[in-house]
């Protein structure tokens, strides 16, 4: 049985973790201060690095009935989410496009590689449909900000 398959909490909790994304991205739409914008940043490194660590766990350890290609396989998986952390420090030298630009790809590809886990299939379908609306509502939020970003005011 999965571990998140015993408790709605798990799923109350990653939908509370959207009301920062949206509020910081309604703040900027109204006010365009620079601190909504640097704190959507803060708040958006802080939780793509968080579902980065909840997927590390179990993909560093792997069953001890699986064969020696699916460990590696899960090994190889694991690697491939702690690339989308390594970039993180550099980001500070980045534009702030590119800084929302990376993260909204960070979040689709956490999404493509957790759903290729073998773990995946032992989540339950709640969670699995929680973790796609979820990305999506931050994708859109990140482009938002990004569209904001990106405008030239109408002289």
């Excluded at 909840?54 to 702690?82: C, F, I, N, R």
């Excluded at 993260?103 to 969670?127: I, P, T």
């Excluded at 509502?137 to 970003?149: K, P, Q």
Aim: hydrophobic share 50%.
């Amino acid at each position: 049985m999965s571990r998140l398959s015993t408790s709605s909490h798990h799923i109350t909790l990653g939908y509370l973790g959207l009301v920062p994304f949206l509020l910081f991205t309604g703040g900027y739409f109204i006010a365009e201060t620079d601190w909504l914008l640097q704190a959507f940043i803060f708040y958006s490194i802080s939780i793509v690095s968080f579902v980065a660590g909840s997927m590390w766990q179990p993909s560093t350890h792997p069953q001890s009935s699986q064969d020696s290609t699916q460990q590696e396989q899960t090994q190889g998986q694991a690697w491939l989410v702690v690339l989308v952390t390594l970039a993180m420090p550099v980001l500070v030298f980045a534009p702030t496009w590119a800084q929302l630009a990376y993260l909204a790809a960070a979040y689709v590809w956490l999404l493509v590689l957790e759903r290729s886990l073998l773990s995946w299939q032992s989540l339950s379908a709640d969670y699995q449909k929680m973790r796609g609306k979820i990305t999506a509502v931050v994708l859109v939020c990140h482009l938002f900000m990004l569209a904001l970003v990106a405008h030239i005011p109408v002289s």
